[in-house]
C-alpha cells in the first residue's frame, strides 16, 4: 500500500481536490482513502480525475473545467457533495492499494498442467498468481490503461498474466548470474518475453 502526504485542498461544485506533496501511481477510477485531512474531505472514494492545473468547477453539460494559467501538480479529484472550500493548506493522508486478481493460483497450474500439486506448490503457485496479477496491472497502468482491479480486460490480457505467473514458478530456486569482472565478462540481462508483451498489450504504449 501507498500512502501520500495531502498538502492543500479545495471544493468546487461537489468536486473535492487534494494536492500531494510527491508524484503518484493513483489511477483514474480506483479507490483511494483519505484520511486526516477533515471529515468532509475523508472517506473512501473513487478518484474521478487527475488534475494538472486548478479545477474551477463545471459547466452546464457537466464537464470539468479548469484555470489553465495555474499549473498544480500532484492533484487528486473525487466526487464529494458538499458546500465549496477554497483552496487551502491542510494535512493529512491518501492510501492507494490497489489489488488485481485477474487470475489465480488454479490458472497458472492448469496452464504449467500441474494437476497433483503439493501444499507447497500450492502456496507458491499464489505467490506467483498475485505477483503476476500486480505486475501485469501495473505496467498496463505505466502504458497508459485504465482496468479494471477485478475483470481482466480482455482474454489475451488474462493468458500473459497466466503465462507470466508460469514464468515466475518456473524460475523457483533460480537466480540470474551473478556479475563478474572476470576477463571482464559481462552477466546477461532477461526481460518479459514478446509473446507476453503483445498478450498484454504493452509493446507500445497506449496513449502512443
Known sequence: MATYTVTNKYLVDNYAVLQLLTPNEIAVGQSITVAGVDATFNGT???VA???YLFIGVDDQGDLL???QVPIQ???LYAKTATDVERVAASGTVAYNPVCTWITATNIEDWLGIGTAT???TTFLTQCASAANAF???RRQEAGYIDSLTTSPSGDVTLGTIQ???ALYRQR???DVFASFSEMGTAPTTGLSPIIKQLLGISRPQVA
Open 66 to 68: 479548469y484555470d489553465y
Open 50 to 52: 487527475l488534475p494538472q
Open 173 to 175: 530456486g533460480s537466480i
Open 164 to 166: 507470466y505467473g508460469g
Open 119 to 121: 501444499a507447497a506448490d
Open 45 to 47: 472514494v473513487s478518484v
Open 74 to 76: 500532484n492533484q487528486v
Open 136 to 138: 501485469c496491472y501495473r
